[in-house]
């Protein structure tokens, strides 16, 4: 980095020495819940020179930050619901991002919107971008996306030649961005470690220290050894999204906060199965439908339904695949079948309730509250908005606190990586000449690492059969499997395989063809033995053989019984009520 602060670390022993600082004095803070809004959460209190630990039951951003529509976006579809303020914030946000914060992940990505009436669309959809693109620059910072444009339809069929030419009459073209969810949470949470936060995963509170009425701590098993440890502070933020409502039942007394899931699957289709320059964006009669370039593939989603059964591996069924296939094939001269499905993968959205009936009305905005004295919760909002969400939280917390507390400082924060990023970026083709990797590889970890690209030909010039790629996921080097496990906090094979690579959704073998490579790789920095690899390995291939078989069941519930059938690698514990 070219700050001068070398980015910190997320290996094995980086863990243990968070659990040894988290348990030997009070913090300032910790917080629960290891998403984006957690993440968020970590760093803005670090930054403001609070000291602050944070726990996640499973694996950083398991739950919805690594299943949405890796989009940073402004919310195109909020702006006829008439919340102009909530679209403004989302797109200063996003400029944010692009240009200051995490130039390196967050990128700009084009999408083209079909019109299906003479006349009247036009104009009514050429006022809404308009609004759009006149919301990104009215905060005093540059949009850092193009402006729109309109478009004929014979244009419009030279930009997408996928398009069925009888499927609509014209088209404007807007931007928005995008970024790999999962990376980006794991990308905050090394910045805030950076800045002195304790983080740990596969640690579950189990439940919370009182003094009277007041929260003074929370109780933690940690699932990988199973013991029990106590963190003291003076302050807890629950920021557990679709959990929220346990957290609260766990704190005892009425809850403040309601939170309902609504699902959104989406699918991964290879990049030649869509012959287009642009993404896609389609009205759907509930909400839209986004048609995302991703890579050397497509993100086809999302559906939009209530979701009351198991939150940690929301399934899609059979009915949902079909949904996204029906409307997409319904503007598509040449339509996807089911053998086009390389992916597919379920989130949950942690929607505010008591609004409305149907999720897809439901708000999107954030409320924090204090149900009980030391305590903060937070839930709602979206993906884009989670450093205001952090503020916010955090804002809360040196409410609580009987000290003056900085203001927030992460809309100047880059995230590390980010710093030289573009200086290395045109420097691309004189790395891969002194690396000996080709440059489209060195492109590929300059997307992923930006500036902490040396650390990974670090580890190729110590070993170079690091610089080959995985065998069945040549996408990915051998390096990135072992960095995931020395850098980033990955403690098992799913860990690797679904979030700090994508092979999971990315492969028509959804990772099984690589799963004993990857383990072995990964059995040196983790400490495996040869039975804990054939473990890692059987119970990946269990858990991709459930979520097959689960997406042919008609039913949620259906397809949630048989996803439910695959043992966990580290089960969560029952929580004791208080």
């Not at 928005?176 to 002195?196: E, F, K, P, S, W």
């Not at 990023?421 to 000996?436: D, M």
Request: glycine share 8%; net charge negative.
């Amino acid at each position: 980095m070219t700050s001068g602060r070398s980015a910190a670390r997320l290996g094995p022993a980086e863990r243990a020495e968070a659990l040894e600082r988290m348990t030997a004095e009070e913090l300032d803070v910790v917080v629960v819940g290891g998403g984006v809004v957690g993440a968020g959460i970590a760093l803005d209190a670090a930054t403001r020179g609070l000291d602050v630990g944070l726990v996640e039951a499973r694996d950083f951003a398991s739950g919805t930050s690594s299943r949405s529509s890796k989009l940073i976006h402004g919310g195109l579809r909020y702006l006829e619901q008439l919340n102009f303020e909530l679209v403004r914030e989302a797109l200063q946000e996003r400029a944010l991002l692009l240009q200051r914060i995490a130039p390196h992940l967050v990128r700009p990505v084009p999408f083209l919107f079909p019109l299906t009436h003479y006349a009247w669309e036009r104009p009514y959809v050429g006022a809404g971008v308009a609004l759009y693109d006149t919301l990104g620059v009215a905060t005093g910072v540059t949009r850092g996306v193009p402006g729109h444009r309109h478009l004929s339809r014979s244009r419009a069929l030279r930009l997408s030649p996928a398009l069925k030419k009888s499927a609509f009459t014209g088209a404007i073209q807007y931007w928005d961005a995008q970024v790999d969810d999962a990376r980006y949470v794991m990308t905050i949470l090394r910045t805030a470690v950076t800045y002195g936060a304790h983080v740990m995963p596969r640690a579950q509170v189990v439940g919370f220290l009182r003094e009277g009425e007041r929260v003074t701590g929370v109780r933690v098993r940690d699932l990988e050894s199973g013991e029990e440890f106590e963190v003291r502070a003076r302050q807890v933020v629950n920021a557990t999204g679709v959990w929220t409502d346990d957290i609260q039942e766990l704190v005892g007394g009425r809850g403040q906060i309601h939170v309902r899931a609504s699902k959104g699957i989406h699918l991964v289709v290879p990049r030649d199965r869509i012959h287009s320059l642009t993404g896609i964006i389609l009205r759907t009669e509930k909400s839209v439908l986004f048609v995302i370039p991703w890579g050397r593939h497509w993100i086809v989603g999302t559906t939009d339904t209530e979701w009351t059964l198991d939150r940690s591996h929301p399934a899609a069924s059979r009915t949902d695949i079909d949904y996204l296939l029906d409307h997409v094939n319904a503007v598509l001269s040449v339509p996807l079948s089911r053998d086009d499905v390389e992916g597919v993968y379920a989130g949950l959205r942690p929607l505010l309730s008591g609004e409305s009936d149907e999720t897809s009305k439901l708000s999107r905005e954030h409320v924090v509250a204090h149900p009980v004295p030391g305590l903060v919760m937070i839930a709602g909002g979206k993906y884009t908005t989670y450093r205001v969400m952090a503020k916010d939280a955090v804002d809360a917390v040196a409410h609580g606190l009987d000290q003056r507390v900085p203001r927030s400082c992460t809309d100047r924060i880059p995230l590390v990586g980010a710093e030289g990023y573009q200086a290395l970026w045109n420097s691309r083709h004189r790395i891969a000449h002194e690396s000996g990797l080709h440059v489209a590889r060195i492109e590929h970890l300059l997307q992923r690492y930006g500036s902490l690209i040396d650390e990974l030909l670090s580890l190729i010039d110590d070993d170079p059969s690091l610089g080959r790629p995985l065998s069945g996921a040549d996408d990915y080097l051998r390096a990135e499997i072992v960095y995931a496990a020395t850098h980033e906090g990955a403690r098992h094979l799913n860990d690797v395989l679904t979030r700090r690579t994508r092979i999971s959704i990315e492969t028509f073998h959804r990772g099984v063809a690589v799963a004993q490579e990857a383990a072995e790789l990964l059995a040196g920095p983790l400490g495996w033995d040869g039975e804990q690899v054939k473990r890692e390995v059987e119970y990946y291939t269990k858990r991709v053989e459930a979520e097959r078989r689960s997406q042919e069941q008609d039913s949620d519930h259906e397809a949630d019984a048989i996803r439910l059938g695959a043992p966990e690698i580290v089960p969560v514990v029952a929580p004791e009520p208080m």
